[in-house]
């Protein structure tokens, strides 16, 4: 046999008992370095299955000169309805009112330059 099972592993001689030597951390030290190639070589081998997100949601508060403080929600997925029956949908979702069991929810007001204002306080 010409080459131990692993590059790194010495050979055991004939002045070595088999069951006295301890070569795990050899091993596992060359299984480490193994799987680590393996795991850098597979990029090349596979394609990625991963599509980008059908959806994507951004929030961003912003400073509104007249309004003050505002929140802007952006939200961006593929819709099979129209742009009208969205917003009816979107309106009811936020105006509806649901029990959390982390949170309590409280519905501040409704005025001209603020149409909604939602807060949820966590419960401690």
């Not at 002045?15 to 193994?34: G, H, Q």
Request: proline fraction near 7%; charged fraction near 25%.
């Amino acid at each position: 046999m010409s080459g131990a099972y692993l590059p790194t592993m010495n050979n055991p001689t004939a002045r070595t008992v088999l069951s006295e030597m301890d070569n795990s951390r050899p091993i596992i030290a060359e299984l480490e370095k193994l799987v680590e190639n393996l795991y850098l070589d597979s990029r090349t081998v596979f394609e990625s299955t991963q599509q980008p997100p059908a959806i994507s949601c951004d929030m961003q508060i912003k400073q509104d000169s007249r309004r003050g403080k505002t929140i802007e929600f952006v939200t961006t997925t593929p819709m099979a309805c129209s742009m009208h029956d969205a917003s009816e949908i979107i309106w009811e979702e936020l105006t509806t009112h649901r029990e959390y069991p982390d949170k309590f929810y409280h519905f501040v007001s409704s005025r001209v330059e603020m149409p909604l204002e939602v807060v949820y306080w966590p419960q401690s």
